[in-house]
């Protein structure tokens, strides 16, 4: 068996050094579950103060769950680790965010009020409220993630066909591209309706692309009314 060359690095120092390395990995991963336990513990005690998942993403939020980690890293002893907080708060809301918004949708309420359309919301919030329009008429209803969506914000089903929608939250009228991105969507989802949901009006050329291709161009306050195969 050739030697090895001297001048190959290895995986892990000898020796002092090694014992050191492992020393730092194993404190790296405790403080990686003392923040993993502190954000379950700060999710748990303010799921019930939600009203919906952008709340879990503020920058109040975030800037409360870094503090109380840092604070948590202290008290353990692996206050080293404190710089981390910021980004280990910004995975545990996303987490935690994510899963209030599927479990909101899996289980609508009709007594639950609806999000409030405003044309000042940010487009995440109009695709939440086109999803909450649908899980509220009985569709079950999916979140794409926030980027790779292939063109689809929101996929329900419903009586065994599956919708594709994209949401625009537009002050102009909507185009082609949207027709486009839905069209794509429908194919990549294998769903059998494709909508285009918008508070605003369609361009001609969008409305005659839709025609061609069979998508629904609708405004968002029609989608209630919406039943598989339209």
């Known amino acids: 068996m050739a030697a090895l060359p001297p001048d190959l690095p290895l995986l ?3 020796g002092w050094l090694g014992w050191r390395y492992g020393q730092r ?20 005690a303010r799921a019930g103060q939600a009203r919906q998942h952008h709340d879990f993403l503020s920058q109040d939020a975030l800037a409360d769950l870094s503090y109380q980690i840092r604070e948590a890293l202290c008290s353990a002893g692996l206050a080293e680790w404190q710089p981390r907080a910021w980004a280990w708060s910004a995975q545990t809301l996303k987490r935690a965010s994510r899963a209030f918004q599927k ?7 009709p007594q639950q009020p609806l999000l409030t359309y405003s044309p000042d919301m940010d487009p995440l919030a109009y695709e939440d409220y086109c999803a909450a329009l649908l899980a509220h008429e009985g569709w079950q209803v999916e979140m794409t993630p926030l980027s790779g969506d292939q063109g689809a914000d929101v996929i329900a089903s419903c009586n065994g066909v599956k919708l594709v929608v994209q949401c625009k939250l537009y002050s102009k009228p ?11 969507a429908r194919q ?3 769903a059998q309706m494709a909508v285009v949901a918008s508070n605003a009006r ?9 025609a061609g291709t069979g998508v629904l161009l609708l405004h968002h306050a029609q989608l209630p009314a919406l039943r598989p195969w339209g």
């Open 12 to 14: 892990v120092p000898p």
């Open 25 to 44: 990995a194993r404190r790296f991963w405790q403080a990686r579950r003392t923040a993993r336990a502190c954000g379950q513990r700060w999710v748990a």
């Open 103 to 109: 479990g909101a949708l899996a289980n609508p309420s």
């Open 174 to 184: 909507v185009g082609n591209k949207a027709v486009q991105e839905v069209v794509a």
């Open 188 to 190: 990549f989802h294998q």
């Open 202 to 210: 369609y361009t001609r050329s969008a409305r005659e692309l839709a």
